[in-house]
């Protein structure tokens, strides 16, 4: 820390023409060749936050007051970039010691532990699965408070349905009740839900819901909250070379056209304008991705949460924040 932080002052103190109150906000700053620092105003700033492109800020959106560090050649085309990707509201609705030009847009989580939670108090499973329920709330309203754009959860995977028949029945009714209670309370909040994995698998009454609940909240803006059941990784990669070969065979497209974006374009999370998470959360200690969003996952920064899925509240998710705020995305630069 202490070699970065020489490093930066030596590197970097230069380039700011600052006067001597102002303060600086010094994240951990690599040596990036071939970036320089630019003021995003002609004005002389009153204090001054350094923005590392790709690194703690993935979404750095410049103000007045910022300085972004950019690579030379591409200086115009970012600066267009970040505005367009600008979030809409103020630092003061983020707790102390998260900063909004750096939240995620898009953060996945695997709710893992509801079981070990029930029985570690005696309690039938279907209570851990009813307090997760809970926790995802509490996480959907803390992603529209703190204006993260989009929440994946892993609620449902195709190995799940090997669970005991009364589980998977409970698990069933429990994201109808989901499913329907959210109806009417995304419609008012302005909430998107969407759906991905093989929903023909779900009982019949779960999957016309589904359909119904995609289509009423598909104009919602805000937030979206994606849920995955009936899913896996490598589910949504089969059903997307399906679905390529299908248009190669029809003569839609020639083999050669196969590409990274092709492919994006058919994976399930195609419902969504941010499909690769920025943040994975995994909780109950399991340090495993366990079939989830393998080709959306390449670059997504991962934090693994000791707490139980139904322990996991406000405390937790800003922890995962902030270690995320404090990571320097490279996306293998
Ligand atoms: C409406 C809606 C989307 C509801 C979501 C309900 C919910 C919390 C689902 C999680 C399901 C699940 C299989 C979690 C994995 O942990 P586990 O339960 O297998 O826990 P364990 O690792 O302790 O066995």
Request: glycine share 4%; charged share 25%.
């Amino acid at each position: 820390m202490v070699e970065t932080l020489t490093m930066v002052f030596s590197l970097r103190f230069s380039s700011l023409s600052l006067p001597p109150h102002n303060t600086i906000t010094l994240y951990t700053l690599p040596h990036v060749p071939n970036h320089r620092l630019r003021s995003t105003s002609n004005v002389s700033p009153p204090s001054s936050t350094l923005l590392i492109k790709h690194s703690l800020c993935p979404c750095a959106a410049p103000t007045q007051q910022q300085h972004l560090l950019v690579p030379e050649e591409e200086e115009e085309e970012e600066e267009l970039k970040c505005i367009n990707e600008a979030p809409s509201l103020e630092n003061d609705s983020l707790p102390p010691g998260l900063r909004r030009e750096c939240m995620p847009r898009h953060v996945a989580v695997i709710m893992d532990g509801n079981r070990r939670w029930a029985r570690l108090r005696d309690l039938p499973v279907g209570s851990g699965y009813e307090a997760g329920v809970k926790s995802l709330k509490t996480l959907i309203e803390l992603c529209c408070k703190w204006g993260i754009r989009v929440l994946t959860v892993f609620a449902f995977s195709t190995d799940n349905w090997f669970r005991p028949k009364v589980e998977v029945e409970f698990l069933m009714s429990l994201f109808e009740g989901g499913v329907k209670d959210g109806m009417g309370s995304s419609l008012r909040e302005n909430i998107r839900i969407s759906v991905i994995g093989d929903i023909s698998k779900l009982p019949k009454s779960l999957e016309e819901l589904i359909i119904n609940v995609e289509e009423s909240t598909k104009n919602n803006s805000q937030f979206q909250l994606i849920v995955a059941v009936s899913y896996s990784g490598r589910y949504d990669l089969v059903q997307a070379c399906q679905r390529i070969a299908m248009k190669v065979k029809d003569g839609i497209i020639e083999l050669n056209d196969v590409n990274e974006s092709l492919i994006e374009q058919d994976l399930e999370t195609n419902c969504t304008d941010f499909p690769y998470p920025d943040l994975l959360i995994r909780t109950s200690g399991e340090l495993r991705i366990s079939n989830f969003m393998l080709w959306q996952l390449a670059y997504t920064e991962l934090f693994f949460a000791q707490s139980l899925w139904p322990d996991f509240g406000e405390a937790d998710f800003l922890e995962a924040l902030q270690s995320f705020q404090r990571r320097w995305r490279r996306y293998g630069e």
